[in-house]
């Protein structure tokens, strides 16, 4: 895909399902990153309430469960740019404590009809870009200009290997799941923790000012 946008460069034309894909992947990944630079500190500091967090897990699982009931007749290549775009939105919906990256991109996937292997593929297509460029940001406000401790390297190493390979594994076991089920598992799965939030927040273990 990055051989096929730097092609499409030098052709000024998309032919190829790799071309049209690759430039999907770009204007879908512009509204969060330039979200995430513009609101970082709003979303930090006024989004992640336990109640919202229960309201957005419940909202999204009933979202997904309903998109998830439309007729699978494409491809993500198929995507027209501004339908890519409008994956990007969602996808910058997700900067929000309890919106899933993953959950939201495929539930607009759905909506424009891409069959759920294919939404999956994309969502996971999506997160390369996004994550490589938090990583970028992170690493260096919190890491390279950051003050760790003696040592660190180490256990930063481990950790960066760890998340790849079960990043890995879980992406490889979704997509064989979604082959054979439908999304059903993770609606269940959403509304179950805004259920447990709601009655931690009732019990008095979580607060709940508004």
């Known amino acids: 895909m990055v051989r ?5 460069l030098r052709t000024r034309s998309l032919e190829t399902p790799d071309e049209r894909l690759a430039w999907i992947v770009v204007v879908a990944t512009i509204p969060a990153g330039v979200v995430g630079l513009a609101f970082e500190d709003a979303i930090t500091g006024h989004l992640g309430e ?3 967090i229960a309201i957005l897990l419940a909202v999204f699982a009933v979202v997904l469960w309903l998109v998830d009931r439309r007729p699978a007749v494409r491809e993500a ?7 890519g775009f409008a994956v990007g939105v969602a996808q910058a919906l997700a900067l929000a404590p309890g919106v899933s990256r993953s959950g939201i991109t495929i539930s ?3 909506l424009f009809r891409l069959d759920r292997d294919a939404a999956a593929r994309l969502s996971f297509l999506l997160l390369v870009p996004t994550v490589l460029g938090a990583v970028v940001l992170k690493g260096l406000q919190d890491v390279v200009l950051g003050d760790l401790p003696p040592g660190w390297q180490g256990p930063f190493a481990v950790g960066v290997l760890s998340a790849w390979g079960t990043g890995l594994l879980a992406i490889q076991w979704l997509l064989g799941y979604v082959r054979r089920h439908t999304y059903g598992l993770f609606v269940v799965y959403r509304l179950v923790i805004a259920a447990i ?3 931690m927040i009732a019990g008095g273990l979580r607060s709940a000012t508004f």
């Open 108 to 110: 607009v996937g759905r």
């Open 197 to 199: 939030i709601v009655l």
């Open 77 to 83: 290549h198929e995507l027209s740019l501004r339908e």
């Open 50 to 52: 336990p109640w919202q």
């Open 4 to 8: 096929a946008f730097f092609r499409t």
